[in-house]
Structures are given as structure tokens and as C-alpha cells.
């Protein structure tokens, strides 16, 4: 079901494109590129693809960092670039081994090493004196201690924001006599580290909770630290399916729109307490489940309930050999891990961008409006409710044919006016968090991308000719190869690899021999005939509502 390959317009015409960061983002961008007939070259600083999902046994600089153990927690169908599926032998939520095996299939088919300069930083990214009329960039790089300049048409920023470590040692007073060790969750690389010891882990984001279960498979005790309390999501959702499975589909996404948020945060959390409830377990936040980044994971309770996590408030402060929390209990500790998230700043930019707080000024997360020409694009500076690997390349789809002329941004005010709009909504929604700066539902924000590229589904004209088709996608989970069925980038697989998305999230599942076979779709026979009348009336709305 492998795509084809649009070769490279050869030649001195070609737009050459400077990459920076050769992760998951870096190389759909390459593909981008040469699918466009621009010519790219990837800036990656370090020896080899992957950025933050390559494992290394120590961080290195600039660069973000996993530990050892680290599962991705979105699903393969939901997370595969959208003409390149995932194998059906691997696992649904894929150890981080196996999300680089699948890179390096992806970079092998497609042909992308040999655009990607390994070793080499980029030192300096500017504007050409005469950058006004040809939106050009002075890039300098470095490699082996040699600095190079050239000039490039365009630039994509794929370094992500996972590489800088927040680390706000100045709001827990007390830290710097603590005698213990203390580190941040992005040089945590392996349980025995804390064999025997008591550990606090401040931060119940998904690293965070991850390390506090993990932690407590060696340590005599672990704290679990939160100022605010957290819903806790699993991986594994009604009948054994992947959540994102369940939940990213177009009908519920329609469904919200038409609930206020207050009624489908009651449901969803009235579903989660049946789990588990989390006032029992002192994790019930006071905000709604819909006002933050959600966790996930499946095994936090356990720990909870077996007592090797205990839940406690925010720290107050440390003595040398204990900590204080804001209900006034003291425990003794040994070390702390901060799982306090992560800052990113761009000093490679010369004043082309401010970042103040971990908030950005960018149309549509992409694009600085001030420019006068567009040749600036950022990649993946998005925390998606979803997988993040679809929308990078549904990004670089559209930036690439802005950077060649055939779609155009809207003036500079229409720019600014959406982002206020999107910081306002996101600024009313959330609470006030350096986490919630970048957020977008995965659905409408890769919807408006699609719009933008020509290549959201018509879902009207779907029914029309292909109802079986319609019936998935609509019902189904909006996977990514729904962006690849129509428009710039078509790709001839995209409806057989929609319709048989079931058997590839069953198949690595089925380990033992079984008597039946699994049905080849998402949707349930019956499910289909009771509401094959009701997709008429909710895709006539549908595509009546904006992006």
C-alpha cells in the first residue's frame, strides 16, 4: 500500500529550502520539499534521524530526550504520515524502538537521507538585505568546527518544543540546601537510578505520571506532587481499542459542537470516574476535564490503590532532607524529579521571532505575520489533543506550496486577527498554564489546514459516490490518509488503507490463533444500516459549519 514517489524537479530553478531538525517533522518536511519540486537540505545536529522519539543514554544538548522505557500514548492508525501506514504487525501504541523502526522504513522509502547534513547546527538564520523583494534567508551552519553560509528560498523550523528543560527551582524555596539529588524528567533515563529511595515527582502532565509508575517499581516510596490534580485517560478504551480510536472520529467531533462544553465534560467525566474515582484517589482537579492537557495512562490507579504512589499537594518548601507540602505534611525524601514541562526559544532566529512565555505570534501556529514575503514556515510547534506527526506533515504540505507561489497567505491584519482570536479562545478555555500556549483539537485544526492545502474530504460527495467510504470516514477515526483522498497530493491508496484500518488495529492484537475473522471496518454492520439515514442529515450540517 506504499505511495509512489514525486521525483525532484532537477535544476537552477529549483527554490532551495533550508531544514532545521531532522526528527519525525524534519523529514516529512524533506518529502514536502521534493514532492513540490523544491530542493531541500535537512540541518540535523546530531548523527542520526528521529529527534525526540531516539532513545540515547545520555541527553544531548539542543536536543529533546527520552528514557528508555518510553511508549508513544497515540495510537499507530491515528499517528502514521498519511500515505505511508504503519505496518499491521506492529503495535497499536508503539514502544519508542518501534516508532523509530517505522522512521527509518519512511526515510528509506521516500529516499530522504541524502538530504539531511548530519552533524551540522545551524548557527544563524537571517534576512537577505534585499529580502523584501526575494524573501530570502542568509542560513550559517556549522560542521566539525567549520562555519558555512548560504542562501536559501525558504526555511521550516522543525526543532520542536521539547528540547529546553523548564526547571522553576525559584518557586520551591528551600531546594538549593536540599542534600538529596535533584533532576528534570528530561535526564531521567532509568528506574534503578532510584533503587531503595524516596522520591517525589513534582508534575502530573504524562511524563510526570509515567515516571511516578515507573519510579515506584524500585523506589521505596514515591510522592506524586500536583498543584491542580489531573483527569487521568487510558490508553486502552470500550472494548479494548485505542482511545484516540474512539474518540477522534467526525461524528463526535460534530456532537460537540452542538453540546456546550459543560455537557460533554460531565459525560466525560462521569465515564472516567466509573474507572476510577478521582476524589477517592486525591487526583480530582477543580477544573473540567475539557480545560487541560489530558494524561494518559493506564497504570497510575494501580500504583495508587497498591499504595506505592502516593498523591500529595503542592511542594511548600525543602529542608535538607525532606519536603514540606501546602497541607502542612512533611515526608523525608532522597531525590526529586521535575516533571515540569519545557520552554523553547528560537536564538538561531535573529529577531525574526519573540517568544515570550511559550507564547508565539504564528497564523495558523505556522506563520509570523509581519513578513513580507512567507518563506518562513515553523513545523510541529503544536500541543495537538492527537497525534502530532499528521499535522506536521499536513503543515509542511501547505507551507511548501506557499514557499512555490501556489497559495497565498492573507494580509498581514487577517493574520493577526486570527491569532488574537486563537489565544483568546485558548487563553478562555484552559487554565493558565506555559502547557497551554500552543494547544489545537485534532480534527478541526487539521480540517483547517486541509482547507487551506485543498484536500479536506467532501464528505457530501463522499456519500454520494462511495457511501461505504462515507460511512468510515464519518463514523470512523479521521486517520490521516482521509487528507490524502482528494486534492494537491492524492494518493491512490488512501481509500483502500480507510477500509481496512480495522484489521490493522486488530491484527497485532491476535498473538493466538482465534475462530473468526475480524471484520475489515471500524463501523459495525448494524451500526451502519440504523444510521446510514442519519449520515444524510449530519453530513448536509456538517459541511454547512466552518473549518
Not at 480510536?245 to 456532537?255: G, P, S
Not at 452542538?258 to 486525591?282: P, T
Not at 509542511?396 to 497565498?408: D, E, P, Q, V
Not at 480534527?443 to 459516490?465: R, S, W
Request: net charge positive.
Amino acid at each position: 500500500m506504499a505511495a509512489g514517489r514525486d521525483p525532484m524537479v532537477e535544476g537552477s530553478m529549483a527554490k532551495k529550502v533550508a531544514i532545521i531538525g531532522g526528527g519525525s517533522s524534519g523529514l516529512c518536511a524533506i518529502k514536502a520539499c521534493l514532492q513540490e519540486g523544491l530542493e531541500p537540505i535537512c540541518f540535523e545536529r546530531t548523527g542520526d534521524i528521529g529527534g525526540l522519539w531516539r532513545f540515547e543514554e545520555r541527553p544531548e544538548e539542543g536536543r529533546a530526550s527520552i528514557y528508555r522505557s518510553v511508549i508513544i500514548n497515540t495510537s499507530k492508525e491515528m499517528m502514521c504520515f498519511s500515505d505511508f501506514p504503519i505496518p499491521e504487525d506492529f503495535p497499536n501504541y508503539m514502544h519508542n524502538s518501534k516508532i523509530m523502526e517505522y522512521f527509518r522504513m519512511y526515510a528509506q522509502h521516500f529516499d530522504l537521507l541524502r538530504h539531511i547534513r548530519f552533524r551540522t547546527s545551524v548557527c544563524r538564520v537571517s534576512k537577505r538585505p534585499d529580502f523584501a523583494a526575494t524573501g530570502q534567508w542568509d542560513v550559517v551552519t556549522e560542521s566539525e568546527g567549520k562555519q558555512e553560509a548560504a542562501v536559501f528560498d525558504g526555511v521550516l523550523v522543525c526543532t520542536g518544543h521539547h528540547t529546553e528543560a523548564h526547571l522553576p527551582l525559584s518557586t520551591f524555596p528551600g531546594i538549593e540546601k536540599f542534600k538529596g539529588c535533584y533532576l528534570h524528567s528530561r535526564d531521567y533515563k532509568d528506574a534503578r537510578d532510584f533503587t531503595d529511595k524516596r522520591v517525589i515527582v513534582i508534575g502530573i502532565g504524562n511524563s510526570g505520571s509515567d515516571l511516578a509508575v515507573e519510579i515506584s517499581q524500585t523506589a521505596k516510596q514515591v510522592f506524586l506532587s500536583t498543584r491542580r490534580g489531573a483527569w487521568i485517560l487510558n490508553r486502552v478504551g470500550d472494548h479494548g481499542y485505542p482511545i484516540d480510536i474512539i474518540f477522534t472520529t467526525r461524528m463526535k467531533t460534530f456532537l460537540k459542537k452542538l453540546l456546550s462544553a459543560s455537557m460533554v465534560s460531565s459525560f466525560m467525566e462521569k465515564q472516567l470516574n466509573m474507572r476510577f474515582d478521582h476524589s477517592h484517589y486525591g487526583l480530582k482537579p477543580k477544573h473540567r476535564i475539557l480545560d487541560q492537557h489530558p494524561t494518559i495512562n493506564d497504570d497510575l490507579p494501580n500504583r495508587i490503590i497498591s499504595g506505592r504512589v502516593l498523591v500529595k499537594p503542592n511542594v511548600q518548601e525543602f529542608t535538607e532532607t525532606s519536603a514540606i507540602f501546602e497541607d502542612g505534611s512533611r515526608e523525608d525524601i532522597d531525590a526529586v524529579v521535575f516533571a515540569t514541562g519545557y520552554s523553547f526559544s528560537f536564538s538561531f532566529l535573529e529577531g525574526c521571532v519573540k517568544v515570550v512565555e511559550n507564547q508565539i505570534p504564528l497564523y495558523k501556529f505556522m506563520f509570523p505575520p509581519h513578513l513580507e514575503k512567507p518563506t518562513l514556515a515553523f513545523i510541529g510547534l503544536i500541543q495537538p489533543l492527537g497525534a502530532i506527526m499528521p499535522i506536521s506533515e499536513l503543515q509542511c504540505r501547505w507551507a511548501t506550496r506557499i514557499f512555490k507561489g501556489l497559495n497565498k497567505l492573507p494580509p498581514r491584519h487577517d493574520m493577526e486577527a486570527d491569532i488574537k482570536q486563537k489565544r483568546e479562545a485558548m487563553a478562555k478555555r484552559y487554565v493558565r498554564s506555559r502547557r497551554h500556549t500552543i494547544q489545537v483539537d485534532y480534527i478541526p485544526y487539521m480540517d483547517e489546514l486541509a482547507c487551506q492545502v485543498g484536500v479536506k474530504p467532501n464528505l457530501l460527495a463522499l456519500f454520494l459516490t462511495d457511501p461505504k467510504l462515507a460511512l468510515e470516514v464519518v463514523f470512523g477515526p479521521c486517520t490521516p490518509y482521509q487528507y490524502r483522498l482528494r486534492g494537491p497530493g492524492k494518493w491512490v491508496g488512501a481509500r483502500e488503507a480507510i477500509l481496512t484500518q480495522q484489521q490493522r488495529v486488530v491484527r497485532p492484537l491476535q498473538t493466538r490463533a482465534r475462530d473468526r475473522p475480524a471484520r475489515s471496518s471500524t463501523v459495525p454492520h448494524i451500526f451502519k444500516v440504523f444510521f446510514s439515514i442519519g449520515l444524510i442529515v449530519a453530513t448536509l450540517v456538517y459541511v454547512s459549519l466552518p473549518p
